[in-house]
């Protein structure tokens, strides 16, 4: 397929609030051996929408200086940031599990924010953002959710207004 001939026209969504999973696209991004340059696609929303805003939810370890230099240049470049410490769960058999995700910041963020934008545009594909979809569009937003193969639920692709693939971004974007 190819991606580059499907463009775009971001202004008929009007002001457009992106919420970015960073959980979520992180190991999405994996599976298409690429990384996405934040400041460049926060440039490409800019450039080619009415952007509001842009949501960056990231849960990080204190000790991490590398996440800590990310989070100082995004907010320097006035992403909005919901981050949140890891946290350290000890199971029983002596292992241990790290959990961290912000779904519920993002949830109260998109519906706290819908006076201020026409169109989100949710960067994942977990399932449990499909009420919260069905939520917006009940109040006159539309929804474009982006994503990659195994990382995408069916419930947000037959939930979002529009679905796009990663890689049509990888391509039109190079954002390697």
């Known amino acids: 397929m190819n991606y580059k001939t499907k463009v775009i026209n971001w202004n008929k969504y009007d002001r457009i609030a992106v919420f970015i999973d960073v959980a979520n696209i992180i190991y999405s991004l994996k599976d298409l051996n690429w990384r996405i340059d934040y400041k460049k696609l926060q440039e490409y929303f800019k450039k080619n929408s009415k952007l509001v805003d842009i949501y960056f939810y990231y849960s990080t370890k204190k000790e991490n200086s590398g996440q800590a230099n990310l989070l ?11 981050v949140k410490e890891v946290k350290i769960i000890k199971l029983k058999n002596k292992e241990v599990m790290l959990k961290g995700n ?20 949710l960067l994942s ?11 917006v569009q009940k109040h006159g937003k539309q929804v474009i959710a982006i994503s990659t193969r195994g990382h995408i639920s069916k419930e947000i692709i037959q939930s979002a207004d529009k679905f796009m693939w990663f890689n049509w971004f990888k391509d039109c974007w190079n954002l390697n």
């Open 102 to 121: 912000c779904d519920v910041e993002l949830t109260i963020d998109m519906i706290d924010l819908m006076p201020a934008y026409d169109t989100a545009v």
């Open 125 to 135: 594909g977990d399932s449990d953002f499909a009420s919260l979809i069905k939520y």
């Open 72 to 82: 100082e240049m995004l907010a320097r470049k006035g992403f909005q940031l919901r």
